[in-house]
């Protein structure tokens, strides 16, 4: 079974940088993408990051050239380098990982990120 474990979330002040992780169980090769999602009170869950096998890369509008998406296959992780951050960017981040030919979806459990004036 996959496991997707997110860590590095916390208070920051509005400005700031904070980059989350998240550690795979499974083999990183087999996920046609990784990303990082997320979900704000009373909000639903969005796309925030998407990193395709092939190295493409999709962000949301509200975080293209604040954000990066990275991954480091040998040591099995995902980042999110989130920099200058915003209020609007408190929210429960959640990892995701996808195989398309098996149809499985794997979530981790979320970090919350929460964006200080």
């Known amino acids: 079974q996959v496991q997707l474990v997110e860590s590095g979330g916390g208070l920051v002040q509005a400005g700031g940088s904070q980059r989350l992780s998240c550690a795979t169980s499974g083999n990183i090769f087999s996920f046609n993408h990784m990303a990082w999602y997320r979900q704000a009170p009373g909000k639903q869950r969005e796309l925030v990051a998407l990193l395709a096998s092939g190295g493409s890369t999709n962000y949301a509008d509200s975080v293209k050239g604040r954000f990066t998406i990275s991954r480091d296959n040998a040591k099995k992780m995902l980042y999110l380098q989130m920099n200058s951050l915003k209020l609007d960017d408190t929210a429960v981040y959640y990892c995701?990982?996808?195989?398309?030919?098996?149809?499985?979806?794997?979530w981790g459990q979320g970090t919350q990120v929460t964006v200080s004036s």
């Open positions: 995701n990982a996808e195989i398309y030919g098996a149809r499985l979806e794997y």
